[in-house]
């Protein structure tokens, strides 16, 4: 059977057309409004619609086209747009109705024009849809089964002596080791990362880069158009800086000499101090 999900994405069908908006078939939530102006002008009867469904400032099921910077089970870095001394704090998350982030759901103060890292969820005493600083809160419960190497999506939402923490797919927490990182992160950054190890306690080390050829291969095939499209000299080396490197490839500096060195050694480039040089197009000299 469909089911029709609050503070979600859904697929609902047009049943009647009223003079302010549309009513879409919310299943077991009933009829919910899609308002005129969101409507198009060749909308018909029966056509299905990707919509977000929220509560209006009544309490109201209402649909719209837009779509929010998160929605229910993401977490999210939204700016504050104003803070109500009874209420809490209201969040632009994307949408014309602003998203609550109650006295008691926030992790410390905040202050407009400030940023928060906060999870979408339910309230569940008032069943509207609210912002929680409470980050471990809303972690799934579930011991993470991400694979060695996995490509993952990580928010970083804190900084301790050791590194950064990072949610990884919405879903659980993970460090990114201070001392394997070319250059700080930023709270709230997105960003792609792999999984380093998933130890038994279910905490997970993360880095930035893939490891041995799954790291290196890519990169290899990286820097190759890069010397082509450059006409076959780059400026960069072994003596390049970490940040130049990060800024340039999106890897680590450790990550970026290997690669180096596993062109050298296939004999693809040569060291140019500084910079290197493509071989490919060069032809071999004669040792005769």
């Excluded at 919910?32 to 977000?52: A, E, H, M, N």
């Excluded at 009544?58 to 747009?81: H, I, N, S």
Aim: charged share 25%; aromatic share 6%.
């Amino acid at each position: 059977m469909r089911m029709t999900h609050l503070g979600k994405r859904n697929l609902l069908s047009v049943l009647r057309e009223t003079a302010s908006g549309v009513y879409l078939d919310g299943a077991e939530l009933g009829e919910i409004l899609l308002p005129g102006r969101y409507v198009k002008s060749d909308l018909r009867v029966k056509q299905t619609l990707d919509v977000f469904i929220y509560k209006d400032s009544e309490d109201r099921l209402v649909a719209t086209t837009e779509t929010p910077f998160a929605t229910v089970g993401e977490f999210a870095w939204l700016k504050v747009k104003d803070v109500h001394p009874q209420s809490g704090a209201f969040l632009d998350w994307g949408l014309a109705k602003d998203l609550l982030l109650p006295f008691g759901e926030q992790a410390g103060p905040v202050e407009i024009g400030a940023r928060v890292v906060v999870a979408v969820c339910i309230d569940p005493k008032t069943s509207r849809i609210m912002a929680s600083g409470r980050l471990v809160n809303h972690l799934s419960k579930i011991h993470p089964t991400y694979s060695p190497g996995q490509t993952v999506n990580l928010l970083v939402v804190g900084e301790s002596p050791l590194g950064y923490s990072a949610i990884i797919e919405h879903a659980h927490l993970g460090l990114l080791y201070r001392t394997e990182l070319s250059s700080p992160l930023a709270i709230g950054q997105q960003l792609n990362g792999f999984v380093r190890e998933v130890r038994a306690d279910g905490k997970v080390d993360l880095r930035l880069d893939a490891q041995g050829y799954a790291r290196v291969a890519p990169l290899t095939d990286e820097i190759m158009r890069e010397l082509d499209e450059a006409g076959g000299r780059l400026n960069f080396d072994d003596d390049s800086s970490p940040d130049e490197v990060r800024q340039r490839f999106g890897v680590s500096k450790k990550a970026f000499k290997q690669a180096l060195g596993s062109l050298f050694r296939a004999r693809r480039i040569v060291f140019m101090h500084p910079g290197i040089e493509s071989t490919d197009a060069k032809p071999e000299q004669s040792t005769t």
